[in-house]
């Protein structure tokens, strides 16, 4: 960055955070160069004449006396055609371009742009010269990938009247494509613009969340199902399948795009990422899932302030897409290690230390991070959603400890991951005792009117039952099962079968893998069904055996492996079959 003043000179290094000394001009969340290696950093406070610097690469040999530049604007990103299918740093610097440099591991200094520059983008406009137009208003379109119709956003802060637009062509991102007048002035509009990370972008208003963000896991849809702009956190100890749950969402979910935040600091998880994401295929378009995907990758030799900033860089391109009416869904795994990044840099800044070596602002952070979710009316009067979907790892397991305890304060949706389900290998292994989520009444109404009007009573009646066979098993533990009434062991009976058939999910069963809401509906009814006509057949005389032995049993065991979600009609035959069956048992002992 020739054009870069100095604005002052390294005092002290520690690690990624760097203090600068005799600061006479420069802004709070300023991006910085340091020293002639120029390493990108940005200020994170700013004190008379001291800036501390967060510095995003590797800061050995960085030594006192170094210039430090200022680029007079926020660390910020590039927004335009060309992010999606692409993997980033957490300072959005594209993986793939950087490697293509600097072939083994990413060298310091290096600048690559956030967006090619050479790409050509096939610009359709939609506005037209002479229209006055505020920010955030569409000048036109560019087929981004086959599936997402980018739509090109005039920057949120700018308005005026549209003096020329070009005509529909290929443009690369830098090219001016309108020219905006205001008063005197005007300004050129390109195909990209930029936008500071740590600021959300505006929005005309929050609207109510009423659609549900279908996630095709039939625990999370049917039991604690999150909305569409909402939030939800999973906490699970290690192992207990936090990265299977987001990547399995991140497949299937309903959401138009998905930004990925890989935040661990492990190597395998990231080459996990890295590796497994490409392959996958959207099963419903056959078509790669990058198509609609933004990974943002934290690699092993980028220092923990790069992993804080992530964060910001994901939440801001799910802002920027939600801004052109799209339903974004932002996975962030895990919000754990970023804390501990917070913690990291506080520890070095020497701030006073809060619960656990956290800083003080931790729940603040984490309140900023969540509120940026939301169903929205965008400035152009459109709609668009950020739902976010935060793991997070305590150690040991351990859901009293800081992050978990304040993430909870935020979130609205808690899937509680549970070791003991893991161990037994029952997966999604969600627990259904301590999950929740707050969006059940407002969910409720589109399951009830776009699929099944027994909804909200069959799910209820199931989660009682649930609860039920907590009880039950206290009693279990004590005298046996075998001291139990039929009455009583028909709920542990039917509980083991929704558990098995219905709760448990398998990722790599290409049917039972994802199920479309109306399979989970049919399917939910069926248990019900049974639990509550074979409850009143057992109370006439029936035995638990012979309802056991009906044929259509074990038909009801297998069918979410039998029955594939675009052929729903055997689920139908089943239930009539049971229907059927069960007459026939009530009429023995009518
Ligand atoms: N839905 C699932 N279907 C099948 N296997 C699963 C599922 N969820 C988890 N597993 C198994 O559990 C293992 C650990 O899962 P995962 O890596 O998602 O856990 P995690 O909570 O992210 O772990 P970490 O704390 O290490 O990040 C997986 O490798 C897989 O074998
Ligand atoms: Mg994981």
């Known amino acids: 960055m020739k054009n870069d003043r100095i604005i002052g000179q390294v005092k002290r290094v520690n690690g990624p955070v760097i203090e600068v000394m005799g600061i006479t001009d420069a802004m709070m969340y300023e991006l910085v160069r340091v020293s002639d290696e120029n390493l990108i950093g940005e200020i994170i406070k700013l004190e008379n004449e001291t800036a501390i610097v967060q510095v995003y690469e590797n800061t050995t040999g960085i030594a006192p006396g170094d210039p430090v530049y200022g680029a007079g604007i926020e660390l910020s990103l590039e927004l335009g055609p060309g992010m999606i299918g692409t993997i980033y740093d957490g300072i959005q610097r594209p993986l793939e371009e950087i490697r293509k440099i600097s072939e083994i591991y990413i060298e310091r200094g290096i600048s690559v742009p956030s967006l090619n520059r050479d790409t050509k983008w096939h610009f359709i406009p939609t506005a037209k010269a002479g229209e006055r137009i505020t920010g955030g208003a569409i000048l036109g379109t560019v087929q981004e990938t086959e599936r997402i119709k980018h739509k090109i956003l005039v920057p949120p802060e700018e308005r005026g009247v549209i003096e020329s637009i070009v005509a529909e062509g290929e443009y690369t991102v830098e090219e001016p494509i309108a020219i905006i007048r205001r008063g005197e002035e005007t300004k050129e509009l390109t195909l990209m613009h930029r936008w500071p990370i740590r600021v959300s972008r505006p929005v005309k208003q929050r609207l109510p969340l009423d659609l549900p963000l279908i996630t095709g896991q039939r625990v999370l849809d049917t039991l604690f199902p999150v909305a569409k702009g909402g939030t939800v956190a999973i906490p699970g100890g290690f192992g207990t399948g936090k990265t299977m749950a987001q990547q399995a969402i991140a497949k299937w979910c309903d959401a138009d795009i998905i930004v990925y935040i890989g935040c661990g600091e492990r190597g395998n998880e990231i080459t996990d990422v890295l590796t497994e994401f490409p392959k996958l295929v959207d099963p419903r378009t056959g078509r790669s899932l990058m198509e609609r995907t933004i990974l943002i990758a934290n690699?092993?030799?980028?220092?923990?302030?790069?992993?804080?900033?992530?964060?910001?860089?994901?939440?801001?391109?799910?802002?920027?897409?939600?801004?052109?009416?799209?339903?974004?869904?932002?996975?962030?795994?895990?919000?754990?290690?970023?804390?501990?990044?917070?913690?990291?840099?506080?520890?070095?800044?020497?701030?006073?230390?809060?619960?656990?070596?956290?800083?003080?602002?931790?729940?603040?952070?984490?309140?900023?991070?969540?509120?940026?979710?939301?169903?929205?009316?965008?400035?152009?009067?459109?709609?668009?959603?950020?739902?976010?979907?935060?793991?997070?790892?305590?150690?040991?397991?351990?859901?009293?400890?800081?992050?978990?305890?304040?993430?909870?304060?935020?979130?609205?949706?808690?899937?509680?991951?549970?070791?003991?389900?893991?161990?037994?290998?029952?997966?999604?292994?969600?627990?259904?005792?301590?999950?929740?989520?707050?969006?059940?009444?407002?969910?409720?109404?589109?399951?009830?009117?776009?699929?099944?009007?027994?909804?909200?009573?069959?799910?209820?009646?199931?989660?009682?039952?649930?609860?039920?066979?907590?009880?039950?098993?206290?009693?279990?533990?004590?005298?046996?099962?075998?001291?139990?009434?039929?009455?009583?062991?028909?709920?542990?009976?039917?509980?083991?079968?929704?558990?098995?058939?219905?709760?448990?999910?398998?990722?790599?069963?290409?049917?039972?893998?994802?199920?479309?809401?109306?399979?989970?509906?049919?399917?939910?009814?069926?248990?019900?069904?049974?639990?509550?006509?074979?409850?009143?057949?057992?109370?006439?005389?029936?035995?638990?055996?012979?309802?056991?032995?009906?044929?259509?049993?074990?038909?009801?065991?297998?069918?979410?492996?039998?029955?594939?979600?675009?052929?729903?009609?055997?689920?139908?035959?089943?239930?009539?079959?049971?229907?059927?069956?069960?007459?026939?048992?009530?009429?023995?002992?009518?």
């Open 299 to 590: 690699t092993s030799n980028m220092p923990v302030s790069a992993r804080e900033a992530s964060i910001y860089t994901g939440i801001t391109m799910a802002e920027y897409y939600r801004d052109q009416g799209f339903h974004v869904a932002v996975m962030a795994d895990s919000t754990s290690r970023w804390a501990e990044a917070l913690r990291e840099l506080s520890g070095r800044m020497e701030e006073m230390p809060a619960e656990e070596g956290f800083p003080a602002y931790l729940p603040t952070k984490i309140a900023e991070f969540y509120e940026r979710a939301g169903y929205m009316e965008t400035l152009s009067d459109r709609t668009g959603s950020v739902t976010i979907i935060g793991a997070v790892s305590p150690p040991g397991g351990d859901f009293s400890e800081p992050v978990t305890q304040h993430t909870k304060r935020f979130i609205r949706c808690f899937w509680a991951l549970d070791r003991g389900l893991a161990n037994a290998r029952h997966y999604p292994a969600i627990s259904w005792l301590e999950s929740y989520s707050e969006y059940l009444g407002e969910m409720s109404v589109w399951w009830e009117e776009q699929v099944s009007p027994a909804w909200q009573q069959d799910r209820a009646e199931i989660m009682e039952l649930l609860h039920r066979e907590v009880r039950l098993q206290q009693v279990v533990k004590l005298v046996g099962p075998d001291a139990l009434p039929d009455t009583q062991r028909f709920v542990l009976d039917v509980c083991s079968l929704f558990k098995n058939s219905f709760l448990q999910q398998n990722s790599y069963d290409k049917i039972d893998m994802f199920s479309v809401p109306q399979k989970q509906v049919k399917m939910l009814h069926i248990i019900v069904t049974y639990w509550l006509r074979g409850s009143e057949a057992i109370k006439r005389g029936a035995t638990l055996v012979k309802l056991r032995k009906m044929k259509v049993y074990q038909d009801i065991i297998k069918m979410k492996f039998t029955v594939p979600n675009d052929d729903l009609s055997h689920l139908d035959t089943i239930e009539a079959r049971l229907e059927r069956s069960l007459s026939q048992l009530e009429s023995v002992y009518a």
